[in-house]
């Protein structure tokens, strides 16, 4: 089966860093996701994309945050200064709507450490 | 609000043990869709349950979404080791890919 492919795996930065998520979505996708899990805790939305542009962004997904298409195949996410409470699991994910339903295919994820 | 509330947090059973997960909304909803993280995984999609009433089968998996569309439920019968993992019910929000995960049952199986 296809599958949504992230780099790094894990990614330890200083506070205040940028850091960029890499992810590369399934490629007959058009919908794509970012989404992320504070250890232990429930899934959280951050932000959907479509035709180059934010459909929806959570409470959480403030200015420090962004994502771009930057070719055809990778999409990323990046934290512009990192903050301790940015520490989490990022799983990117991407949809394909003419399936019939919203079936999210999520990525192994990013485990980002802010120190 | 949007969040579906699901019980319980935890669940230990012994390798042959039914288990059951309930997932219950405030307000009705269009669509419940489950999905299963195994530990140190991701979110996999397992289904999506649409009808009211709706009642569907994976394997030893049955899935049901209640009559007045505000609760669901995931039975596995004998359970396996290979079953551990949290399961998640999922609701939609008002735009598509927009999820608002429950906090999920996480399943132990003693072999």
């Known amino acids: 089966e296809p599958e949504v492919t992230q780099t790094p795996s894990h990614q330890v930065t200083q506070m205040g860093q940028e850091v960029i998520l890499r992810c590369v979505p399934i490629?007959?996708?058009?919908?794509f996701y970012w989404y992320r899990q504070i250890l232990g805790q429930k899934v959280e939305f951050l932000v959907s994309?479509?035709?180059?542009?934010?459909?929806?962004k959570s409470e959480i997904f403030d200015d420090q945050f962004s994502v771009e298409r930057p070719d055809g195949s990778n999409f990323t996410l990046k934290i512009r200064s990192t903050k301790l409470e940015d520490s989490a699991m990022y799983f990117c994910?991407?949809?394909?709507?003419?399936?019939?339903?919203?079936?999210?295919?999520f990525g192994s994820g990013t485990q980002l450490s802010v120190l | 609000g949007q969040q579906v509330m699901q019980i319980p947090q935890y669940q230990h059973v012994q390798e042959g043990e039914d288990f059951t997960t309930y997932c219950n909304s405030s307000?009705?909803?269009?669509?419940i869709q489950w999905y299963k993280q195994r530990p140190g995984g991701h979110p996999v999609f397992l289904i999506q349950?649409?009808?009211?009433?709706e009642v569907k089968k994976q394997k030893r998996l049955t899935f049901q979404f209640g009559e007045a569309k505000k609760n669901s439920s995931l039975h596995i019968t004998a359970t396996q080791t290979t079953d551990v993992g949290t399961y998640f019910c999922?609701?939609?929000?008002?735009?598509?890919?927009?999820?608002?995960f429950g906090r999920g049952t996480q399943l132990t199986v003693w072999p």
């Open positions: 999922v609701r939609r929000g008002s735009t598509l890919g927009r999820l608002y």
């Open positions: 349950l649409v009808k009211s009433g």
């Open positions: 994910a991407s949809s394909d709507p003419g399936q019939g339903y919203e079936k999210l295919f």
């Open positions: 490629s007959n996708h058009l919908y």
């Open positions: 307000t009705t909803l269009s669509n």
């Open positions: 994309f479509y035709n180059n542009e934010i459909s929806e």
